[in-house]
């Protein structure tokens, strides 16, 4: 049966109440997707993904609003998927547990491309906007291979090793994006790659004092020992000028990624510039940290600019990044 471990609130209860869901999707009792979008409630899904976007990152789901109609709905599934990997290590204690639930994900993955999805609200979503947009399944796996690895809360060992989980998992989540545009540009995906790490890095800066709070500390370890940053020193929320340097390195190298994204522009599809929407958020994020001396512990860079939406929304209405 159907784990109730998968299920955390009423609209996923809503999907597993019927006995006929609760089947296993595999053997000799496996049915087909077409059956089982009869008896699920396929709004409820939607909904559930639009909810959970909207409660774990609200500038995706600012950004997935902006989406042409065609492709909104698979925008909020991924971002949705996207949650639901990057909440696990919160969600869990011990890491093998985490690893269970990333087990899941790569089975699930395997069922929605051969049209047999578990019902789970957002495997559903995930499986209607493969089907409708043909999403590659590399980038999919891609993401939930990264995000395993990086399970543990390790720090990066170099900044290269933090690139390289940010074109895996960000970059990954912006090929599908375009995918779901209807885009497949190759100049289009060469800016994907420098949008995706600028936004992993700028993550990676935001993130700073939640981790710190949990004793983690993912800052890559090259450019803490470069500046004399201790892992202490950033756990204890510590105002000095080493932890200042090794922000000030990794935003100027946030802001070259952008700038070499930006000027590709020109021969960049107008279509795809709706999903690169949130270069707005990095860009918004480095002037503020540059006003406060590159403190990553100042209080103002925990609160969300009410400008935002405004910018994401000129900047959808002009087709630029």
């Keep these: 049966m159907l784990s109730l471990g998968h299920v955390r609130c009423w609209p996923c209860l809503q999907l597993v109440r019927s006995p006929r869901l609760l089947w296993r999707l595999d053997g000799g009792s496996a049915r087909r997707a077409n059956d089982i979008s009869q008896d699920v409630d396929i709004s409820s899904a939607s909904r559930y993904c639009m909810d959970t976007v909207r409660q774990r990152d609200y500038e995706g789901y600012l950004c997935a609003l902006l989406m042409p109609s065609e492709a909104r709905r698979a925008a909020f599934a991924l971002k949705a998927f996207n949650v639901e990997l990057s909440q696990i290590r919160d969600m869990v204690s011990d890491f093998n547990l985490g690893k269970l639930r990333m087990q899941f994900w790569h089975e699930t993955l395997e069922r929605i491309y051969n049209n047999i999805p578990p019902a789970q609200p957002v495997a559903l979503e995930l499986w209607q906007a493969v089907k409708q947009h043909n999403l590659t399944k590399r980038w999919l796996s891609r993401i939930i291979q990264s995000r395993e690895a990086n399970i543990n809360d390790q720090a990066f060992n170099s900044l290269q090793d933090l690139e390289t989980y940010s074109e895996a998992t960000q970059t990954s989540l912006l090929f599908l994006t375009l995918e779901s545009l209807g885009v497949r540009n190759v100049n289009a995906d060469h800016a994907a790659s420098h949008v995706g790490k600028a936004l992993g890095i700028f993550t990676c800066l935001r993130s700073v004092p939640y ?102 929304y000129w900047r959808s209405w002009r087709r630029s990044y």
């Design 211 to 312: 981790n710190a709070s949990h004793r983690r500390v993912q800052l890559p370890i090259d450019i803490c020992m470069a500046h004399g940053a201790s892992q202490e020193d950033i756990i204890r929320g510590r105002r000095e000028r080493a932890i200042r340097d090794v922000v000030f390195d990794l935003s100027s190298q946030a802001h070259v990624h952008l700038q070499h994204a930006k000027s590709l522009q020109k021969n960049v599809p107008k279509a795809a510039s709706l999903a690169f929407i949130q270069t707005v958020l990095v860009e918004d994020f480095l002037k503020r940290v540059r006003k406060v001396d590159f403190d990553v512990f100042h209080p103002s860079l925990q609160l969300r600019n009410p400008l935002l939406p405004v910018w994401m």
